[in-house]
Nanobody
Framework: QEPLVESGGGSVQPGGSLKLSCAAS????????MAWYRQTPGQRREMVAA???????RSPDFLRGRFRISRDSAKNSVYLQMDDLDVGDTAIYFC?????????????WGQGIQVTVSS
């Protein structure tokens, strides 16, 4: 029923790894761009990784290459592999899907999932 559903969150120690999954419904077709965002209290939601329909990826420099996004067309899913996690990575993580069509933005968000990094 939900367009995007995240899973795989939890609590890890600094330096640990975690892999988030996002299951997309059939309304999300392969021509959508996919992305992961995160948000902490009192802070704007920020993009941490994005992947195009052609599987090109991008991630902000401040993450120092620690996050990797991927997608599986057969499973209609997108993933976020997070390595060498830091306490600053603690946030709610959201899956996002979007595309421009006929000059109109189509945009979907998951409900979000908690990631906590603590020592």
């Amino acid at each position: 029923q939900e367009p995007l559903v995240e899973s795989g969150g939890g609590s890890v120690q600094p330096g640990g790894s975690l892999k988030l999954s996002c299951a997309a419904s059939e309304i999300i077709s392969p021509d959508f761009h996919m992305a992961w965002y995160r948000q902490t209290p009192g802070q704007r939601r920020e993009m941490v990784a994005a992947i195009t329909p052609n599987y090109n990826t991008r991630s902000p420099d401040f993450l120092r290459g620690r996050f990797r996004i991927s997608r599986d067309s057969a499973k209609n899913s997108v993933y976020l592999q997070m390595d060498d996690l830091d306490v600053g990575d603690t946030a709610i993580y959201f899956c996002n899907a979007f595309k421009w069509e006929q000059g109109t933005l189509t945009n979907y968000w998951g409900q979000g999932i908690q990631v906590t990094v603590s020592s």
